[in-house]
T-cell receptor, first 112, second 115 residues
């Protein structure tokens, strides 16, 4: 079983739609959860991060962590064409490796 | 402006040649990372370094080498032993952000194509 699993999409939605992106993970000890956004041919940029369980909101974006289900989500409200990108979930493994484990990424296209 | 600079942005290589990708950061971060990105496979860790003069293999280190002689620099050499080197390479550095979260900052990437 992969440590982090993410539906690769692609996902196509009309402008203004609510988008839900999801990942599951296997290790219940993980505490730090992040979402990165990557535009085509660019490096990923940090969008949201969450410590432990709960929700975090930033403008049109909401990150949600459910540790009991080992499930993380990113919601985008009022989606815009400029939101079209690949969204990568990531979990920081604070064990011996101190490394960030990425999902495969979901390609999102918001149609005007 | 603080950030990570990767060069070159695009690189073409003939089979059997070694190439070195540059990564420089002025963020004063201790840890640096190299990832490889292929379509449908996400980011896979090649090598990482937590401190100067020390580095560890990641998940796909075979055919790659690194050095960390300076805090600011973490070059990656793709050797002729790497069987499938065509990919997008990303360098990152790590800072301990708010609430103890460990955040990676990425460069713009280097796209290597083997002809």
């Amino acid at each position: 079983q992969k440590e982090v699993e993410q539906d690769p999409g692609p996902l196509s939605v009309p402008e203004g739609a609510i988008v839900s992106l999801n990942c599951t993970y296997s290790n219940s000890a993980f505490q730090y959860f992040m979402w990165y956004r990557q535009y085509s041919r660019k490096g990923p940029e940090l969008l949201m991060y969450t410590y432990s369980s709960g929700n975090k909101e930033d403008g049109r974006f909401t990150a949600q962590v459910d540790k009991s289900s080992k499930y993380i989500s990113l919601f985008i409200r009022d989606s815009q064409p400029s939101d079209s990108a690949t969204y990568l979930c990531a979990i920081f493994d604070e064990g011996a490796t101190n490394k960030l484990i990425f999902g495969t990424g979901t390609l999102l296209a918001v149609q005007p | 402006d603080g950030g990570i600079t990767q060069s070159p942005k695009y690189l073409f290589r003939k089979e059997g040649q070694n190439v070195t990708l540059s990564c420089e950061q002025n963020l004063n971060h201790d840890a640096m990372y190299w990832y490889r990105q292929d379509p449908g496979q996400g980011l896979r860790l090649i090598y990482y370094s937590q401190i100067v003069n020390d580095f560890q293999k990641g998940d796909i280190a075979e055919g790659y080498s690194v050095s960390r002689e300076k805090k600011e620099s973490f070059p990656l050499t793709v050797t002729s032993a790497q069987k499938n080197p065509t990919a997008f390479y990303l360098c990152a550095s790590r800072d301990r952000g708010l609430y103890g979260a460990n955040v990676l900052t990425f460069g713009a990437g280097s796209r290597l194509t083997v002809l």
